[in-house]
């Protein structure tokens, strides 16, 4: 396995819950659309092919952190990727499209196992490429989708509203949406443990539909899974993220899952979800996305009140609540980057030399 981070990683002390100098940032979907250097590389090159060429991934990974101080790159990719290694025929249109759904226990024993290293070994190399070419103190989180939330594509075929078909089935077919969910949850462990082997820092699991689940859906079927996801990781030394979209009812629930921090969207203030989470976990996020369409003057309020929300107790990772918009202006980035870390330094009580 590759050697740990650089000891100096504010991002990683935070994961940790150490005391830091200042608030870290990073943002979710930060290497991508909204930048006019992407846009261009976009237009010579359809999207699978960027994900699956580690030269191309490497670029669009390093690009926001040539423009941006910020304190963590994360992966190009798609998680959508490993389902092909298993099997799975899908295209992009622009969301994904799986030709055939699975909605039989049949198809779903069909799947093929995971195994990393000859299925998605463009994806290893694209953490080898970052890491041989990013900044020293910068870490470099991997990820994947969560198991409900792949789940979800499996079985609608295609993005719906409110995957309703997904939803209808684990209430219809429990069994077989248990035996899907597991293996996803052992596929997405496989792969992200072959991706921390390759160099990523950290590991995030993205959950973004498990939102849409009551509280007893939620534990059964999705949360169930990614523990077990998760869990499968701890071996790794690496510090795991766990987010769900919309999860202000499901709070509780989070707080026993196998991470260290837990992302937050936008719905809930901070000190609230901290007070839910307990103080044995970390959090992130959690600026709702719109608010960088705001003034200068507003877009700095917005952001004082996540700090002054995340309170003073370490484990805070600056975030928005959910990915970055396609018509964010970068320069608001910029702006926000430089005063979370600006108004966190001088607010900060004064931190341990990180070791």
């Avoid at 792969?191 to 534990?219: H, V």
Wanted: one cysteine or more; glycine letters at 6%; aromatic letters at 8%.
């Amino acid at each position: 396995m590759t050697a740990p981070a650089a000891e100096t990683s504010v991002f990683l002390a935070a994961c940790r819950r150490r005391p830091v100098p200042y608030t870290p940032i990073w943002i979710m979907r930060q290497a991508g659309r909204y930048l006019p250097e992407y846009r261009q590389l976009r237009a010579k090159v359809d999207f699978e092919t960027l994900t699956r060429t580690p030269e191309l991934a490497a670029e669009v990974t390093l690009q926001p952190l040539k423009r941006f101080a910020l304190d963590a790159a994360i992966l190009f990719s798609d998680i959508m990727t490993p389902l092909q290694g298993m099997g799975v025929d899908l295209s992009f249109a622009p969301g994904p499209v799986v030709r055939e759904p699975l909605r039989t226990l049949a198809a779903i024993e069909a799947l093929r196992e995971l195994e990393p290293e000859r299925d998605v070994p463009f994806v290893l190399e694209s953490i080898r490429l970052v890491r041989a070419a990013v900044p020293r103190d910068v870490p470099l989180i991997g990820f994947a989708g969560g198991p409900f939330t792949l789940f979800c594509y499996l079985v609608c075929g295609r993005p719906e509203k409110e995957f309703e078909t997904a939803r209808a089935f684990l209430y219809s077919q429990p069994q077989a949406s248990l035996r899907l969910l597991e293996r996803l949850a052992d596929a997405m462990s496989a792969y992200l443990a072959a991706q921390a082997s390759a160099g990523a820092q950290a590991l995030m699991l993205f959950e973004s539909w498990a939102g849409l689940l009551a509280p007893p859906a939620f534990e059964r079927f999705a949360l169930h899974a990614a523990q077990r996801t998760l869990a499968a990781l701890r071996g790794t030394g690496v510090p795991r993220i766990y987010y769900v979209n919309q999860a202000g009812a499901l709070m509780e629930a989070v707080a026993g899952v196998d991470a260290e921090v837990i992302g937050v969207d936008w719905r809930v203030p901070l000190d609230q979800v901290r007070r839910r989470l307990g103080p044995d976990k970390a959090v992130q996020g959690n600026l709702d996305p719109a608010a960088l369409f705001a003034s200068a003057d507003e877009l700095e309020r917005q952001a004082a009140r996540v700090l002054a929300e995340a309170g003073p107790a370490p484990g805070h990772i600056f975030n928005l609540g959910h990915g970055i918009w396609p018509q964010a202006d970068p320069q608001a980035v910029a702006r926000l980057v430089d005063y979370v870390h600006d108004r966190s330094a001088r607010a900060a009580p004064a931190a341990k030399a990180l070791s």
